[in-house]
C-alpha cells in the first residue's frame, strides 16, 4: 500500500472526497484554494485507474471492450494502439498533516471513500503523518473527529478541546459550527 504525494493530477479527486463526507457532516468543508494552499501536507493512496469503473469514464466496462477491440484492430494492421497519456488512478484515501507550533500538529481531512472501508487505508495514513510529525520533531499529533473508536485503535486519547488553544483560537472560534461542534478531540504523543 503505497502512500504518495498529492499532486495536481488528484486535487479534484481529493477535493470530492472532502466534499463528500463534508456534505455528511463528517468533515469540514475545504475549499478547493485552501486544497491548493495546503497540497504539499496532503497525502494519498491511488488505487488501479480499473480498480473503481464507475468513478473512471475512460475504465468504465464498456470503454474497456471499446479498447480491447480498437486495440485488436491495430494489432491486426500491425500497428500498436497508442492510447496517449496513462489513465489515472482513483484517489482512495487521504489525509493532512497540518503543523500548529513546534510541538504540535493536526491531522486533518483523513478521508477513505465508501468502497473500502476496513482495508487499512486510514491507518495507513495515521501512521504517515506520524512518522512525518516524528521526523521533524513535533511531540503532539492531534485530531477533533466523530471517530473516537477508530483513533482510540491508534493510541489517541480523550482530551477536553480547551487543552488546545492552539486550535481553538485559531481555527475553532472561525468555525460556523463553532457553538454546535460535537467533534471530539483527541490526542497522541509521539
Ligand atoms: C475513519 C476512517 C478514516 C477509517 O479508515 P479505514 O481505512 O476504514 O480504517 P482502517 O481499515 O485503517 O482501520 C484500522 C483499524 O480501525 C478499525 N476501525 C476502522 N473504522 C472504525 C470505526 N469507525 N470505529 C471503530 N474502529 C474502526 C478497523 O477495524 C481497524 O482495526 P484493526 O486494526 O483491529 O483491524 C474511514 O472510515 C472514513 O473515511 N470515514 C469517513 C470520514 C471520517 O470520518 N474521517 C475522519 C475525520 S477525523
Given amino acids: 500500500m503505497k502512500v504518495r504525494k498529492l499532486t495536481t493530477d488528484y486535487f479534484n479527486q481529493v477535493h470530492d472526497l472532502i466534499k463528500f463526507y463534508s456534505e455528511r457532516r463528517l468533515m469540514l468543508p475545504l475549499s478547493l484554494d485552501e486544497l491548493y494552499h495546503r497540497a504539499q501536507a496532503y497525502r494519498i493512496i491511488v488505487g488501479d485507474s480499473d480498480r473503481h469503473p464507475a468513478k473512471q469514464g475512460f475504465a468504465s466496462d464498456v470503454a474497456t471492450k471499446e479498447v480491447g477491440i480498437m486495440r485488436s484492430m ?6 500498436e494502439l497508442d492510447l496517449g497519456k496513462k489513465p489515472m488512478g482513483t484517489v482512495l484515501a487521504c489525509a493532512h498533516l497540518d503543523i500548529f507550533t513546534p510541538q504540535l500538529a493536526e491531522i ?56 488546545l488553544p492552539e486550535k481553538v483560537y485559531k481555527e475553532c472560534i472561525k468555525c460556523s459550527y463553532f457553538d454546535d461542534c460535537n467533534e471530539i478531540a483527541m490526542v497522541k504523543s509521539l
Fill in 74 to 79: 491495430c494489432s491486426a494492421k500491425g500497428n
Fill in 108 to 163: 486533518k481531512s483523513l478521508a477513505v471513500i465508501e468502497t473500502e472501508h476496513g482495508k487499512g487505508y486510514g491507518k495507513t495514513l495515521v501512521m504517515d503523518c506520524e512518522q512525518d510529525a516524528k521526523a521533524i520533531g513535533i511531540k503532539k499529533l492531534f485530531v477533533l473527529t466523530y471517530q473516537q473508536d477508530f483513533f482510540t485503535k491508534l493510541g489517541y486519547q480523550v482530551v477536553d478541546r480547551n487543552t
